[in-house]
């Protein structure tokens, strides 16, 4: 104590250098370790990477011909599924630069579209009813231009639309059966109370469609729906949405209604006699005027009644309703290069 005090300034300096020796100590020995840590990686990755090329990851030329053909296959694809979304170039539409343009849909309206839907509902055997427009009645007969190229648009796109998903719903049949029976009613969306109100719509084909079962988001998604009346078996309408689900337009299900058909009156089973065992005219043996007179010889030992069973419900067609939805994007989504949608 009294040699510090005497001397605290060297007392001082190796206590430092002391403390600076314990500190460089430590200080060499992690990173020593860490030196050691570093090499046993390096080791690793090299031993790998001799492994890796000694097994030739790299590709041949045939693979590279393949990868690139495979990514042309996917670009296409992609390109086909964005057209399909978008909906552009799919809908068989009427250019607008045609001449008379308004009146050219009307005529394709009434001498195509009605027409080849009355063929198609022919040659699968489907009941519909005398006159069917299958939407537009009142372009079913005398038709006039009024000069309005926003009505020809939106009555044309109803048109293609309804072009494919009808041609889908009469197709749905099995090849040896009608399993769509009857077309009762076509039903759109009125489009010319927006473009041309002082148009008179026949109420029979349209519809109003509540908007909270609606995609349709203004300035966003555009949406045009339909309603759809037949009967049927359960197998058309699961050909029918079978078929949806292919996607080979963007058409969604919104509602599907279904109810039992009208029909004459169910028949339960009943015994019926077999016409081998009993005379021809004569009552059935066992039945309360098909009584032996008195004395009469016996019946014969074999059955004299033979049961035939008929089912309880001889036909199961079915009402449906159901509400579909084309879905399209008000506009192009355009991506960026940092792939951001704009």
Do not use: W
Request: aromatic share 8%; hydrophobic share 40%; charged share 25%.
């Amino acid at each position: 104590m009294r040699a510090f005090k005497e001397n605290p300034v060297f007392f001082s300096l190796t206590a430092f250098l002391l403390l600076c020796s314990v500190v460089f100590s430590i200080l060499s020995l992690l990173a020593l370790g860490k030196k050691f840590g570093n090499r046993d990686d390096f080791d690793k990755s090299q031993r790998d990477l001799k492994r890796l090329i000694t097994s030739k990851p790299y590709p041949t030329g045939g693979n590279l011909e393949k990868s690139k053909f495979n990514l042309e296959g996917l670009q296409n694809a992609l390109s086909d599924h964005k057209g399909k979304l978008l909906a552009e170039g799919v809908l068989d539409l009427i250019p607008s630069t045609t001449p008379d343009y308004e009146l050219a849909v009307k005529e394709r309206i009434k001498n195509g579209y009605i027409k080849s839907m009355r063929d198609a509902a022919i040659a699968n055997r489907v009941k519909i009813k005398s006159g069917e427009a299958f939407g537009f009645s009142d372009y079913s007969g005398t038709i006039a231009s009024t000069n309005n190229d926003l009505l020809g648009q939106a009555l044309d796109k109803q048109r293609a639309i309804l072009d494919y998903i009808i041609g889908e719903l009469l197709d749905s049949t099995s090849p040896d059966s009608s399993d769509i029976t009857e077309l009762i009613s076509i039903q759109r969306e009125q489009v010319e109370s927006a473009v041309a109100p002082t148009l008179t719509i026949s109420s029979e084909d349209v519809f109003f469609l509540d908007s909270k079962m609606s995609a349709r988001v203004e300035g966003a998604i555009d949406t045009h729906a339909f309603r759809l009346e037949f009967i049927g078996y359960t197998s058309g309408l699961r050909n029918f949405f079978n078929k949806l689900a292919l996607f080979k337009r963007p058409v969604v299900v919104r509602d599907v209604r279904v109810q039992r058909k009208q029909s004459e009156p169910e028949v339960a089973a009943i015994p019926t006699v077999s016409p081998r065992n009993t005379p021809f005219g004569s009552p059935p043996f066992g039945t309360p005027s098909g009584r032996p007179p008195f004395g009469s010889p016996v019946a014969s030992a074999e059955p004299a009644e033979e049961l035939v069973q008929k089912p309880i419900v001889d036909k199961n067609l079915s009402r449906f309703i159901i509400i579909v939805e084309y879905i399209e994007l008000a506009e192009s989504v355009q991506e960026t290069e940092d792939g951001q949608e704009s």
